[in-house]
Structure formats: C-alpha cells, structure tokens
C-alpha cells in the first residue's frame, strides 16, 4: 500500500512486512525489542502509520538491513502515462 502522507507529491511503501516475514522473527519478539505493541507494529507494516526513527535504526539493525531498505519511495503518478 502506497501512503501520500508525505506531501510534495511523494510516496511511501513500506517493506517492514516483507522483511519480517522473510526473516523468520516473530513479531512479538521484534515489537517488544523496538518497545511497541504487536499492533502498532502492524501499523508500521501496512503504512498506517510511520515508524520513528530511533525504533527503525533499531528494526533495520534486528532485520539486517539499513534504515532506508524499511520503504520504497517514487513520486506520485511516476508509473502512471
């Protein structure tokens, strides 16, 4: 899910889901690291919500990736002619 909350004609998808689940982690087990709920871990996943960036330096590292692998983003309507 694409999330416009960014203004500026931009667009956030989040990839916290994807690398969650390709690493094998539990879920509770990663919100109680990062110090939220099951929940709002979910929030992060679907893009209902942003994640701060202290709890995403914290994921990136829990996930092995870099703070800027947790979203994709393009400018709104790039792949639309």
Do not use: C
């Amino acid at each position: 899910m694409w999330n416009s909350l960014l203004g500026d004609n931009m667009e956030l998808k989040s990839l916290i889901g994807e690398y969650i689940e390709k690493s094998g982690l539990k879920k509770k087990f990663i919100a109680d690291k990062i110090g939220v709920s099951v929940k709002q871990l979910r929030n992060y996943e679907t893009g209902h919500s942003f994640i701060p960036m202290n709890k995403a330096f914290i994921l990136a590292d829990l996930l092995g990736k870099k703070v800027d692998d947790l979203y994709e983003w393009r400018k709104e309507n790039e792949d639309q002619v």
